[in-house]
């Protein structure tokens, strides 16, 4: 996925590898039962995806939030994981919370010096907004004092 990326043009700086979330075996085979399907993941397997994941971010320099590890660490117990899932795999809104805790450092430590090129909310004339924003020739720079 890396090489795709880098082929279509993302520089290696602004990828992030998300590794997966521990995977709850018990709900997730009753999910498959219920769709009439054999079960298809295990912990065992699903950690060593993860761990997969960190080497290949490390070899690559890419960041990466380790998902498993840190659903692991925060509920020890791995029963206790099924808040953070919906269906034993895929996350639920807790677990979307949780992965946004961990992904935001990251994403702000890319962007956070990247300059403004757009005004603020509060900065934009409600009742002329064109006067705001960048012309066309001049994409970089926008009137400060539109306000």
């Known amino acids: 996925m890396v090489a795709y990326l880098k082929s279509v043009g993302v520089v290696r700086e602004k ?34 995806y993860a761990h997969a994941c960190q080497e290949a971010s490390t070899e690559m320099g890419i960041d990466y939030v380790d998902l498993y590890n840190s659903m692991i660490k925060t509920v ?15 996350l639920s809104r807790k677990g979307s919370k949780f992965l946004f805790s961990l992904l935001w450092p990251v994403i702000d430590k890319k962007t956070s010096q990247l300059p403004q090129i757009f005004p603020r909310w509060d900065e934009v004339d409600y009742v002329n907004p064109e006067t705001c924003f960048p012309a066309a020739s001049s994409p970089n720079s926008y009137d400060a004092n539109c306000v």
């Open 15 to 48: 990828v992030i590898i998300i590794g997966p979330p521990p995977v709850d075996e018990d709900a997730w085979t009753e999910e498959m039962q219920r769709q009439g399907k054999i079960m298809s993941k295990t912990l065992e397997e699903t950690a060593k």
């Open 76 to 90: 020890p117990e791995v029963e206790t994981c099924t808040a953070f899932l919906s269906d034993g795999l895929h």
